[in-house]
T-cell receptor, first 113, second 113 residues
Framework: DAKTTQPPSMDCAEGRAANLPCNHS???????VYWYRQIHSQGPQYIIH???NNETNEMASLIITEDRKSSTLILPHATLRDTAVYYC??????????????FGQGTTLQVKP | KAGVTQTPRYLIKTRGQQVTLSCSPI?????VSWYQQTPGQGLQFLFE???????NKGNFPGRFSGRQFSNSRSEMNVSTLELGDSALYLC????????????FGQGTRLTVV
């Protein structure tokens, strides 16, 4: 079973920031948090990952709480092309092996004009 | 740098037949993982190969098998196809190092009739 909990769906206005939450209360000290997204019928796309510090790349920012029990993915200026299912994933056994990803149901983000 | 290539993109097979799907990972990547995606079950992990050895296996029947070649290309085989095997099969490539991202192909859409 997935070790994360996400809301099933969210809406966001185009041009505004999209903040997608994820709970991972059983995360262990050496487990990373990964975010992927899947646009309809395509393969999942890697977005970002982090351990405990906040991370930012050209696509998004990842904010991890100090106790590491939850995180938020931020898309700073959402566009219609960001409409997708977003998956928050914690490694299944703490080994750090990302060859086995356990996907939950994810959050369907709908960006509206 | 070329991405993950899966062939074929679409496939129609009859119940009872077998099928082989192919995945070419990103150059230099040694880990290839396979996933099945259906509307009812979502994205489910099948197995992972690393340096020609199966490193992880999901909860699928023995009809699902795979292998990896010395050039890291991987194939998965499904024997005695059932209607329920209709799905999008995705392959992911990663370096195999800990805590690194995985990159997905576009998938093979298998329809069993």
């Amino acid at each position: 079973d997935a070790k994360t909990t996400q809301p099933p769906s969210m809406d966001c206005a185009e041009g505004r920031a999209a903040n997608l939450p994820c709970n991972h209360s059983t995360i262990s000290g050496n487990e990373y948090v990964y975010w992927y997204r899947q646009i309809h019928s395509q393969g999942p796309q890697y977005i970002i990952h982090g351990l405990k510090n906040n991370e930012t790349n050209e696509m998004a920012s990842l904010i991890i709480t100090e106790d590491r029990k939850s995180s938020t993915l931020i898309l700073p200026h959402a566009t219609l092309r960001d409409t997708a299912v977003y998956y928050c994933i914690v490694s299944y056994d703490g080994s750090g092996n990302t060859g086995k990803l356990i996907f939950g149901q994810g959050t369907t983000l709908q960006v509206k004009p | 740098k070329a991405g993950v290539t899966q062939t074929p993109r679409y496939l129609i097979k009859t119940r009872g037949q077998q099928v082989t799907l192919s995945c070419s990972p990103i150059s230099g990547h040694r880990s290839v993982s396979w996933y099945q995606q259906t509307p009812g079950q979502g994205l489910q992990f099948l197995f992972e190969y690393f340096s020609e050895t199966q490193r992880n296996k999901g909860n699928f029947p023995g009809r699902f098998s795979g292998r990896q070649f010395s050039n890291s290309r991987s194939e998965m085989n499904v024997s005695t196809l059932e209607l329920g095997d209709s799905a999008l099969y995705l392959c992911a490539s990663s370096s195999g190092l800990m805590n690194t991202e995985a990159f997905f192909g576009q998938g093979t859409r298998l329809t069993v009739v």
